[in-house]
């Protein structure tokens, strides 16, 4: 299953362009006004990937790794089971 991760906005009517990293199986990059605003990953277990990725093309590690989320956890539900 794919992950994708939104790491930067980009301004309304620009040009956006999708690209596959040659060098990067599974990894494709999406610009916009000339910067990186989406990363994404062919397969979820890619995440294991991310700070080299992160490293590669000079991203924010704050901003991508804020991006990914996780189901809610029932378990700390007031009134939940378990």
């Known amino acids: 299953m794919p992950l994708y991760l939104s790491v930067s906005s980009v301004q309304p009517f620009a040009k ?5 990293v040659d060098d990067e199986p599974g990894v494709t990059l999406v ?3 000339g910067k990186i605003v ?3 990953l062919s397969e979820t277990s890619d995440v294991v990937r991310l700070p080299e990725l992160i490293v590669k093309f000079g991203l924010d590690p ?6 990914l989320r ?3 956890d029932f378990t700390q539900l007031r009134g939940g089971r378990g």
Request: charged letters at 40%; glycine letters at 16%; proline letters at 0%.
């Open 16 to 20: 956006i362009a999708v690209e596959n």
């Open 70 to 72: 996780g189901d809610e």
């Open 38 to 40: 989406g990363l994404r």
């Open 31 to 33: 610009t916009g006004d």
């Open 62 to 67: 704050e901003r991508v790794w804020s991006r």
